[in-house]
């Protein structure tokens, strides 16, 4: 069973960076899709942004698109967030996961190998 774990959360001001990480516990794979979700407190889980492994293909949220950037390492265990110009409404637990296919949908019911999240506060 494959673990992801996601780090590199904090709290930050409005208009700072973080930029997040998810380490998979081994070869995520080809012909996958990684992708990043968020929940805040009585929210909904959304899909942030999520990268197809072969290939690279990406997609973003509207709220996010321009600010955050993924992307993944060359040995594909790794895949990263750069979150710029975070917003108070960026205020969430984030979390990894992985969809065994392509990033056709973001629906998270495709998804699994859920991370434990990490907390990302922006401050106004």
């Known amino acids: 069973q494959m673990h992801m774990v996601e780090s590199g959360g904090g709290s930050v001001q409005d208009g700072e960076s973080l930029r997040l990480s998810c380490e998979a516990s081994g070869n995520i794979g080809a012909h996958t899709c990684m992708a990043w979700f968020r929940q805040a407190p009585g929210e909904q889980r959304e899909a942030v942004a999520a990268i197809g492994t072969t290939g690279g293909r990406t997609r973003y949220a509207d709220s996010v698109e321009g600010r955050f950037t993924i992307s993944q390492d060359k040995n594909k265990k790794t895949v990263y967030l750069q979150m710029n110009s975070l917003k108070p409404e960026d205020t969430a637990m984030y979390y990894c996961?992985?969809?065994?296919?392509?990033?056709?949908?973001?629906?998270?019911?495709?998804?699994?190998?859920w991370g434990p999240g990490t907390q990302v506060t922006v401050s106004s």
């Open positions: 996961a992985r969809s065994l296919g392509p990033c056709v949908s973001v629906d998270e019911s495709l998804f699994g190998n």
